[in-house]
């Protein structure tokens, strides 16, 4: 049991370049989310779903792209990278209930020159 | 746009003191938790608070969710070095689906 993995852990990009950053869980949860940490600035939410094959817009969507063609498995795409969006990306799961439990993958580091 | 506001944010104390970390916001959340983030990793949930009023225990950390579920405080008692870490809130208002982040409270704890 993995748990949430990330791939990859670090990337450095030229502003224009493309890149899809992978999250995976093996938790069978049905929301998955991806997050930005920048500092100073806590975790924000960039996109969500909550099944496979939807996905909804978070705090700061803009310049990615999101897609959930399996359960297990959630794609950030970065379609023309900006120094902007340098940062830490996190990626967690969870089960649908009252108390839920997030659990995050261990981050992917990105830097866009 | 809906505002978790951490205060502090940033605090240096000496093993065995007290400390107390606030969560607070305008908005009503339907549960409110607790992460630790170390350097490198993850948030690693702490504790979940769901009923206004609610107070929860985890060895020597008290969590409280405010009675009108817009704020809740961490308390811990006889801080230890191994406390040190970036303390997060995140409140989840009911039926979204998603979190909002608290902009953090970076403990560091002196041996």
């Known amino acids: 049991n993995a748990g949430v993995t990330q791939t990859p852990k670090f990337r450095v990009l030229k502003t224009g370049q493309s890149m899809t950053l992978l999250c995976a869980q093996d938790?069978?949860?049905?929301?998955m989310y991806w997050y930005r940490q920048d500092p100073g600035m806590g975790l924000r939410l960039i996109h969500y779903s909550v099944g496979e094959g939807t996905t909804a817009k978070g705090e700061v969507p803009d310049g990615y792209n999101v897609s959930r063609l399996k359960k297990q498995n959630f794609l950030l795409g970065l379609e023309s990278a900006a120094p902007s969006q340098t940062s830490v990306y996190f990626c967690?799961?969870?089960?649908?209930?009252?108390?839920?439990?997030?659990?995050f993958g261990p981050g992917t580091r990105l830097l866009v020159l | 746009t809906q505002l978790l506001e951490q205060s502090p944010q940033f605090l240096s104390i000496q093993e065995g003191e007290n400390l107390t970390v606030y969560c607070n916001s305008s908005?009503?959340?339907?549960?409110l938790q607790w992460y630790r983030q170390e350097p490198g990793e993850g948030p690693v949930l702490l504790v979940t608070?769901?009923?206004?009023?609610e107070v929860k225990k985890l060895k020597r950390l008290t969590f409280q969710f405010g009675d009108a579920r817009k704020d809740s405080s961490l308390h811990i008692t006889a801080a230890q070095p191994g406390d040190t870490g970036l303390y997060l809130c995140?409140?989840?208002?009911?039926?979204?689906?998603?979190?909002?982040f608290g902009t953090g409270t970076r403990l560091k704890v002196l041996a």
């Open positions: 995140a409140g989840e208002t009911s039926g979204t689906y998603k979190y909002i």
């Open positions: 967690a799961s969870t089960h649908m209930g009252a108390e839920e439990t997030q659990y």
């Open positions: 938790m069978n949860h049905e929301y």
């Open positions: 608070v769901v009923t206004g009023g």
């Open positions: 908005s009503v959340f339907s549960s």
